[in-house]
Structure formats: structure tokens, C-alpha cells
T-cell receptor, first 111, second 114 residues
Framework: RKEVEQDPGPFNVPEGATVAFNCTYS??????FFWYRQDCRKEPKLLMS???SGNEDGRFTAQLNRASQYISLLIRDSKLSDSATYLC????????????FGAGTQVVVTP | SQTIHQWPATLVQPVGSPLSLECTVE??????LYWYRQAAGRGLQLLFY??????ISSEVPQNLSASRPQDRQFILSSKKLLLSDSGFYLC?????????????FGQGTRLTVV
């Protein structure tokens, strides 16, 4: 079983709609969580950190469910520019700071 | 703020030729450094990580090697490239356990082995 798993998608989303997807992790010692965005043929860039209480950044909302060991990302009022691959990243306390990446969820926002 | 320099951006190399990709970081000291590879349409595969000078850990057996001659320098090498070495190579810095920091990536090197 992979340490971090994501639905690869693609999630085809009409412009203006809401889309949400999850990322599950297997290591219960996971402590830090992040969402990254990767555009085609570019490096991943940090979208947002995920805090225990959940957090929001504009149209993006991230949540953490420790009991079920998953994090989620919700995008409201989708824009064409939101089309990208979204990667979740997990760091475990029992590691040296090793980043565990999911394979990514592709989101395609259509006009 | 941290900055990661990675070069070259694009590289086309023949099979059997050597490879050297360099990554340097600024704005931090004693960083954790990583080399990832991403095949077309695939996720990130961790190749090597380093927690300090001369300290290299390999995640998967392969045709590549890494070195960290200085605190802020991380080099990915190969003596003889294979076709399967083609991909998008990314250097990253971050992920310190104590501070639980996020990672920052260089702009990547797109390697095509022909």
C-alpha cells in the first residue's frame, strides 16, 4: 500500500462549480500536511498548508481528518485557471522530515 | 526567503553519455535536500535525499547517484545514461522534521535521453 494515495482523476468541473477531493495517508505518525499545485511541465508550488482545525484561503478550503487519516481540498467557484494537478504532501514525525507525495489529482475546469 | 537554483532547464543527451545536474539553495542553512524524478503523466518519485554534507540516502536502486559536496549544493549524476532516465528532474529543499516546513522546488530539468 502506498503511503499517500490520491484519486488521479481527472475531475472535469464546469466553471463556477465546486470540486472536492481527498488524499489518504497510511502512517498514523503523520504530522504535517500540505497541498501543492502543479501545472503542466512546471515544478510543484505550495498551495496551502493543512491545519488540524481546517483552514481556508480564498476559494480553497483544506481539512484534516486524523481519525480516518485523510486530508481534503475543496475549490469553490472554480476558475479556468484552477486547472492543474493537485498533489498532497505528508511529513511524519517518525521520519527525518521526509516528504511523502501523492501521485496527484488532475482537475480540469471547463467553460 | 529560500531560493533554489537548478540548471539546466532542458537537456538532450545520448544514451551512454554522462549526466550532471546541479542544484544550489540560498536563504537557509543545513537544509534537507531532495532529488525527485517525474515521468510524463506520472507522480513524483523520490530518488535521493540528504540531511547534511556528504549524507546521501537512496530511495530506489537505479543508474543515478547523488552527492552533496557543500551545505547548499546537491548534485545528481550518472556515468552512463539509459533511455529510461528520461524525465523531469526536480530538486527540492525543506521538510525539516522539527519545524515541519513545506518544500520548495527548483524549476526542474527536463531530460531527454536519445
Amino acid at each position: 500500500r502506498k503511503e499517500v494515495e490520491q484519486d488521479p482523476g481527472p475531475f472535469n468541473v464546469p466553471e463556477g462549480a465546486t470540486v472536492a477531493f481527498n488524499c489518504t495517508y497510511s502512517n498514523s505518525a503523520s504530522q504535517s500536511f500540505f497541498w501543492y499545485r502543479q501545472d503542466c511541465r512546471k515544478e510543484p508550488k505550495l498551495l496551502m498548508s493543512v491545519y488540524s482545525s481546517g483552514n481556508e484561503d480564498g476559494r480553497f478550503t483544506a481539512q484534516l481528518n486524523r481519525a480516518s487519516q485523510y486530508i481534503s481540498l475543496l475549490i469553490r467557484d472554480s476558475k479556468l485557471s484552477d486547472s492543474a494537478t493537485y498533489l498532497c504532501v505528508v511529513i511524519a514525525t517518525d521520519s527525518w522530515g521526509k516528504l511523502q507525495f501523492g501521485a496527484g489529482t488532475q482537475v480540469v475546469v471547463t467553460p | 526567503s529560500q531560493t533554489i537554483h537548478q540548471w539546466p532547464a532542458t537537456l538532450v543527451q545520448p544514451v551512454g553519455s554522462p549526466l550532471s545536474l546541479e542544484c544550489t539553495v540560498e536563504g537557509t542553512s543545513n537544509p534537507n535536500l531532495y532529488w525527485y524524478r517525474q515521468a510524463a503523466g506520472r507522480g513524483l518519485q523520490l530518488l535521493f535525499y540528504s540531511v547534511g554534507i556528504g549524507q546521501i540516502s537512496s530511495e530506489v536502486p537505479q543508474n543515478l547517484s547523488a552527492s552533496r559536496p557543500q551545505d547548499r549544493q546537491f548534485i545528481l549524476s550518472s556515468k552512463k545514461l539509459l533511455l529510461s532516465d528520461s524525465g523531469f528532474y526536480l530538486c527540492a529543499q525543506g521538510g525539516e522534521r522539527v519545524r515541519n516546513t513545506e518544500a520548495f522546488f527548483g524549476q526542474g530539468t527536463r531530460l531527454t535521453v536519445v
